[in-house]
């Protein structure tokens, strides 16, 4: 494990990336961020040194990991001086060759929602690998199965539909949670009286095809149910168009 790394971002991402590579072995070099409190607290916990200009970056690594944001990854590699190691981003929805300035680059792309306060197990988190070489291939081959169990190549056609159905199974998901927590905080009831059915449904979900799991007044075309939910809902026309636009969709998938 003598593969030194720079680690350019200090946000979830790189939080997370950063403190499974320290746990395998792997000494950090450097954490870069634009903000330096944020690279010197990301530093501090993999005894890396903290900077916060891209022209102080160590020119020797043998990997640069560039976890910023999707809109930030051009602005780094245009700033980045010319370094002899492999460089890669962590983006599920950007190409692989916005590094193709770089000689050796490629992709890993972490495919779990992460949060820098929440601990969890790294190695059960999936690793998406694309790389532009054999030796940017054996590289993150190797650091990517040293921290996860779950690694698997994917080209950048994939890795963005697969983006796409996360933001579906779980963006899009956890905003459905945060419009019943509100409508049930309305009526002074609890988020926690949905838990059975969260778990319940997210279970069969997840051991049966979703098509075949799906329940409710539109999978059963219930129009007089859906109109009178949609009339509880008039007072919010977001919530009411939400209800409005899945209902139709679920209609339409289970229609004869």
Not at 55 to 84: T, W
Not at 227 to 242: C, D, G, P, T, V
Not at 253 to 256: I, L, N, R, S, T
């Given at each position: 494990?003598?593969?030194?790394?720079?680690?350019?971002?200090?946000?979830?991402?790189?939080?997370?990336?950063?403190?499974?590579?320290?746990?395998?072995?792997?000494?950090?070099?450097?954490?870069?961020?634009?903000?330096?409190?944020?690279?010197?607290?990301?530093?501090?916990?993999?005894?890396?040194?903290?900077?916060d200009k891209?022209?102080?970056?160590?020119?020797?690594?043998?990997?640069?990991?560039?976890?910023?944001?999707?809109?930030?990854?051009?602005?780094?590699?245009?700033?980045?001086?010319?370094?002899?190691?492999?460089?890669?981003?962590?983006?599920?929805?950007?190409?692989?060759?916005?590094?193709?300035?770089?000689?050796?680059?490629?992709?890993?792309?972490?495919?779990?929602?992460?949060?820098?306060?929440?601990?969890?197990?790294?190695?059960?988190?999936?690793?998406?690998?694309?790389?532009?070489?054999?030796?940017?291939?054996?590289?993150?081959?190797?650091?990517?199965?040293?921290?996860?169990?779950?690694?698997?190549?994917?080209?950048?056609?994939?890795?963005?539909?697969?983006?796409?159905?996360?933001?579906?199974?779980?963006?899009?998901?956890?905003?459905?949670?945060?419009?019943?927590?509100e409508l049930?905080?309305?009526?002074?009831?609890?988020?926690?009286?949905?838990?059975?059915?969260?778990?319940?449904?997210?279970?069969?979900?997840?051991?049966?095809?979703?098509?075949?799991?799906?329940?409710?007044?539109?999978?059963?075309?219930?129009?007089?149910?859906?109109?009178?939910?949609?009339?509880?809902?008039?007072?919010?026309?977001?919530?009411?168009?939400?209800?409005?636009?899945?209902?139709?969709?679920?209609s339409k998938?289970?229609?004869?």
């Open positions: 494990m003598d593969k030194t790394i720079v680690i350019i971002g200090a946000g979830n991402v790189a939080t997370h990336l950063s403190m499974a590579l320290k746990n395998a072995g792997y000494p950090i070099l450097q954490v870069f961020s634009r903000k330096i409190d944020n690279a010197f607290t990301l530093a501090s916990l993999v005894e890396a040194k903290a900077i891209l022209s102080d970056i160590e020119r020797e690594a043998d990997l640069y990991i560039i976890a910023v944001s999707d809109v930030a990854i051009g602005q780094v590699v245009e700033a980045m001086p010319e370094v002899k190691g492999v460089v890669a981003h962590t983006a599920g929805s950007v190409d692989m060759d916005v590094l193709n300035r770089f000689a050796r680059y490629g992709v890993i792309y972490p495919f779990q929602t992460l949060t820098k306060e929440k601990e969890l197990d790294f190695r059960k988190v999936p690793l998406l690998i694309e790389e532009n070489g054999s030796v940017a291939r054996r590289i993150l081959l190797e650091l990517a199965n040293a921290i996860s169990d779950h690694v698997q190549k994917a080209n950048s056609a994939k890795r963005k539909t697969l983006h796409i159905g996360a933001v579906f199974s779980s963006n899009f998901v956890n905003h459905l949670y945060a419009i019943a927590y049930l905080k309305k009526e002074g009831l609890d988020f926690s009286l949905l838990e059975p059915l969260i778990k319940e449904t997210t279970q069969k979900a997840l051991t049966m095809s979703p098509i075949d799991a799906q329940t409710g007044p539109a999978r059963r075309g219930d129009r007089a149910v859906m109109e009178r939910h949609k009339e509880l809902l008039n007072s919010n026309s977001f919530y009411h168009e939400i209800y409005s636009i899945l209902s139709e969709s679920i998938m289970y229609a004869d």
